[in-house]
């Protein structure tokens, strides 16, 4: 298809597309707001007070929607390599989840606390070969999962955005052992025609 019209297509799923009318509508910085907010009422995520880590966090749509649910007594945490427009209540560090010092950071801003949820939403710059990017999706779950094991509680969940892919699911088996319950979710708001999916883990095991 030629760009002109891969654009005005683009254009037509825009305007047609009634969560990209409602993020407006609500002030939110991403349409993937809604998918959060889907599964934190679906799998009872999060309570005042909670600590979040909310990883691959620009612009900042999940950081908004969890700031207001774990209150004052609650902690934010958002990590991002792209810089992130302040949020008030949460704190935001750039770096890459992959490094040493980024993870540094992290347990400085946890101040002795544990994470009761760690998402993540990372995704990589996109390649256009499917398979590619894909594999990267993988790794950067992994990563986020590395990342979970040395700041999720004992009892905490961890959700995470996955693409349909071979490596895929033999990642998901080898998590599958340390959780309580695994699921997976494909949110109202995640387009139909896309092989993203989320997985919600619940109860890390001691
Ligand atoms: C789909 S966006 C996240 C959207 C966000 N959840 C929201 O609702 O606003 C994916 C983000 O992952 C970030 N990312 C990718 N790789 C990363 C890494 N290794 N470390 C930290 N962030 C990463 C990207 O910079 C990008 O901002």
Redo the contacts with the bound molecule.
Sequence with gaps: MSKRGSSSRWYQTQISDPFVKERERQGL?????F??TELLERDRLLRPGGVVL???????????IVGPLVGARGLVIA????P?TALAGVHFIL?????PA?LASIGVALKSRQADLV?S?????LSGIRDVDEARSVE?AE?AWETAQMFLKVGGSLVL?MFQHQDSERFLLEIRKYFIRINRRKPAASRSGSREFYVVAGGLKG
């Design positions: 910085r991403s349409r993937s707001a998918k959060l909310d990883l691959g966090a620009t612009p900042g749509g999940w950081s908004q990590v991002d390599i792209l992130m770096g890459d989840c992959r490094e980024t998402l939403d990372m995704a990589p710059n950067l990563t955005k």
